[in-house]
Nanobody, 126 residues
Framework: QVRLVESGGGLVQPGGSLRLSCVAS????????IGWFRQAPEKEREAVSC???????NYADSVKGRFVISRDNAATTIYLQMNNLQPADTATYHC????????????????????WGPGTQVTVSS
């Protein structure tokens, strides 16, 4: 059973940066891609980014050029560097698994994520 625990959220002013981390237990990139989705009150779940087993990455248009997903060599910790944050980025961010090979352009939606962690809150406000 994959277990995911996120950290790194907080309150930041517009234009600021945060780095989210996700520690994955019992996770293997042989079986899963992995990524982030976010959920804001009264808004639909939004897929933010993912990274595949071969290291290729994908981003939602809303975050492209501002967010960067990465992982450590063991693929047990996944990061989301978020720059130039805006109020529209305010949400709870969840680290979550995807079926292997889903992380490609047009290959997944916000509803394809399987196991996910409890999330970390990101609030962007002045």
């Amino acid at each position: 059973q994959v277990r995911l625990v996120e950290s790194g959220g907080g309150l930041v002013q517009p234009g600021g940066s945060l780095r989210l981390s996700c520690v994955a237990s019992d996770f293997s990139s042989d079986y899963y891609d992995i990524g982030w989705f976010r959920q804001a009150p009264e808004k639909e779940r939004e897929a933010v980014s993912c990274i595949s087993s071969d290291g290729s990455t994908n981003y939602a248009d809303s975050v492209k050029g501002r967010f960067v997903i990465s992982r450590d060599n063991a693929a047990t910790t996944i990061y989301l560097q978020m720059n130039n944050l805006q109020p529209a980025d305010t949400a709870t961010y969840h680290c979550a698994t995807l079926p292997r090979s889903y992380c490609r352009p047009g290959g997944y939606s916000a509803w394809d994520f399987g196991a996910w962690g409890p999330g970390t809150q990101v609030t962007v406000s002045s």
